[in-house]
């Protein structure tokens, strides 16, 4: 029967040691693409284990981006469209709930099937990555293997919303995260490290004043929000700089990042629209250190020694996350001082309950979390580092404050 022989296939290679695993992958390749005649019913029967297997990722507290984030960490970019198409099966009985992860069924392209009928799955897969039925039933058997041997994760806290009806619109989130990432936009696309440094702290600025609005709205109309989570990937190289970075925005915005370094992602705590401003904020940064990094990494040290260095780099990294930790902590800072006064000593006592309300969660999350400390060891890729921090300017005051992102 194919549907025997795919699930036999599958287990030989889920139970293989890693020293056999690429003879075990061989074999039961070779033995399902021997199968011609019955190579519609095994792409029915694979379809049904992507089914199964995907629906045990999300019983472990996995997402559908953290799964194609992991297969692709393990076996490269060229099985993560397979891994899309088995969020995409397994989406027809379990299309998730919440915004997020219809954002990533879309993002991922996985929202429908894409193949024509669960027949012609793998022969159109194959045409697709212009493999033979060998090499097709290879990809799925690694993949499945990788999928199905994910660790048990903690599960993300949900937004959860119990508030009286408004009698007037909810504040526009969405066109204020779409200004924002339009103005981010430019300061990427930005030749000019003065143009950047405006719609840089002009988008800050919106965000800022997005958190405080919402903040006085939910403590006016007696909202009971609570915090949620969502999961932001933190890719090699230098993902330790990375994960500081992600740090240091979210805790300017009212939020807890915590890193899984062996998974390749951290998890942020907050409130919902503060998790935007987190995403948009560090892809934005992330988009920019990379750039100025690569034109310090251009030229050459006055000693003549080439700024190409994993050293450079990761010290460079270190130092700019080091300083736009302190540029955005002090830009929050003077704008809840500010907003605080204008609401007549209202604001802190209703953020101090949000801080105190996403501190809980990320303790119930996460209860043995510890510090981690990266240092720079390449002066002169600090001192570029901080530059670069410099000119994603937020009009604040140079002074160097360390940081250090959690780890679970």
Known sequence: MPTTLVETQFHAVLSASDDALEDTIDLGASLLAASAADWPQISRAVLALYDR???GCW??????ADVVRAVTRELGERHAPIAADLVAAQARSHPGTGRRWTAQLRD?????PWWSSDDAYLTELGARENLDRFGTAARVLELLRSIARLPAIEPLAAASF?????????TGAPRQLGRVRALLAKAESSEFPEEAEAFTAKAQELMTRHRIDEALLGAQEGSRHAPAACRIGVDNPYEGAKALLLDAVADANGCQAIWSSSLG???VVGFDSELDAVELLYTSLLVQATAAMNRAGSRYHESGRSRRT???RQSFLIAYADRIRERLTT???EAEASANEAAENRLLPVLAARDVAVRETTERMFPTKTTHRLRGRDADGWRHGQAAADRAELGLRDKLDRGEPARP
């Not at 019983?59 to 559908?64: E, F, L, M, T, V």
């Not at 991922?108 to 429908?112: I, K």
């Not at 119990?162 to 909810?170: F, G, Y």
């Open 108 to 112: 991922l392209d996985a929202s429908t």
């Open 162 to 170: 119990q508030e009286p009806a408004r009698k007037q619109p909810a």
């Open 59 to 64: 019983r472990r507290g996995w997402q559908p």
């Open 331 to 333: 830009a929050k800072e």
């Open 53 to 55: 297997t995907a629906d």
């Open 310 to 312: 994993k050293t450079f």
């Open 265 to 267: 992602f951290s998890t």
